[in-house]
């Protein structure tokens, strides 16, 4: 009874939430294609579209004024090749991408996404050698440093990635950038939607199981997360999110870094689709699903939502 008292008006409620969602905790996904005109719907990801160069800053311009701090960025090149070359060319679209947004909204944070998958010819997060796939992370890492990013954030799950970068960018006199690590990225059946958007869906052939974690394994997440944290990682990220809580909270309980978590795009599309089959109530589902994020440990939240329901936040 003494805990029913407790709810007995929605004002008591919210005194005593122990867990709050807030627009400052969301990031939001940018694609950015070289080759459109104009802004394209990713078919699986309802209300999700790669930007064009003419929509980019509409669309930066709709993310700022909904009080939303950061995005992280993907480049879509019209080039690709089998050494991934674009992604480190200064005026690649992600570089491009950078300097147009900070020219605009300096106080914007841009993480910038890197990995090779977006660039090489055959879809694959590395190069056949691996000491080359190391060297190109780096300078991916420095090329967006000078094009003013923020945050640096390697996704490729690849030993090595994280002390590379930082070397890379300590050696150019970037020691302020962030490195965000995907320190903890299973292979995971929801990354579907996303091969679309990252413009991979018809070069990609087999799978990441060789260097992306088994979903069978937890305490192989906890060494994960630490040899990242040696090589200089400052913010450790989950991916994906919701299957995942227990590991977000096994690294809350064992790491004071900043710990971010990615709702990626099948565990968007999942919710969409039930929301729009009438089957669940949109707003309410998709702010139960991110405050269970934050409530399992999560500082911030990668999330497709984080546009749409910034404002009811």
């Known amino acids: 009874m003494r ?9 008591w409620r919210e005194m005593l939430e122990e867990t709050t969602l807030q627009v400052q905790d969301l990031i939001m996904p940018v694609f950015i294609h070289e080759g459109l005109q104009q802004p394209q719907e ?3 990801m309802p209300g999700i579209s790669q930007q064009s160069f003419s929509s980019l800053l509409t669309e930066i311009e709709s993310i700022a004024a909904t009080g939303i701090k950061a995005i992280i960025l993907f480049g879509i090149p019209l080039k690709k090749d089998s050494h991934a070359s674009e992604a480190f060319n200064p005026n690649g679209v992600v570089q491009r ?14 993480i910038a996404d890197c990995c090779l998958c977006e660039y090489t010819d055959n879809g694959h997060c590395a190069l056949s050698d691996p000491a080359k796939t190391l060297l190109t992370l780096q300078k991916i890492a420095v090329s967006y440093a000078h094009s003013g990013v923020d945050i640096i954030a390697p996704s ?13 960018l300590d050696s150019e006199g ?6 965000m690590s995907y320190a903890v990225k299973y292979a995971s059946a929801f990354y579907g939607p996303f091969r679309e958007a990252a413009g991979s869906l018809d070069t990609f052939k087999g799978n990441r199981k060789h260097h992306q974690m088994n979903p069978a394994q937890r305490r192989e997440a906890l060494r994960e997360a630490e040899l990242d944290c040696a090589e200089g990682a400052d913010i450790l990220m989950v991916k994906p999110a919701t299957l995942y809580l227990d590991i977000v909270r096994d690294l809350r309980n064992r790491f004071d870094h900043p710990l971010a978590v990615y709702h990626v795009s099948g565990e968007y599309a999942m919710l969409k689709a039930a929301a729009q089959r009438g ?15 934050k409530r399992a440990g999560a500082h911030m939240i990668i999330t497709y939502f984080a546009k749409q329901i910034a404002p009811f936040l």
Do not use: N
């Open 42 to 44: 990713i078919s699986a």
């Open 156 to 168: 490729g799950m690849l030993d090595g990635m994280v002390s590379a970068i930082r070397h890379g």
């Open 97 to 110: 991408a950078i300097q147009e947004i900070k020219s605009i909204f300096p106080e914007l944070i841009i």
């Open 174 to 179: 970037f020691h302020r950038i962030s490195i």
């Open 3 to 11: 805990l029913q008292r407790l709810r007995t008006s929605q004002a």
């Open 279 to 293: 089957w669940i109530d949109e707003m309410p589902a998709i702010q139960e699903t991110l405050l269970s994020m």
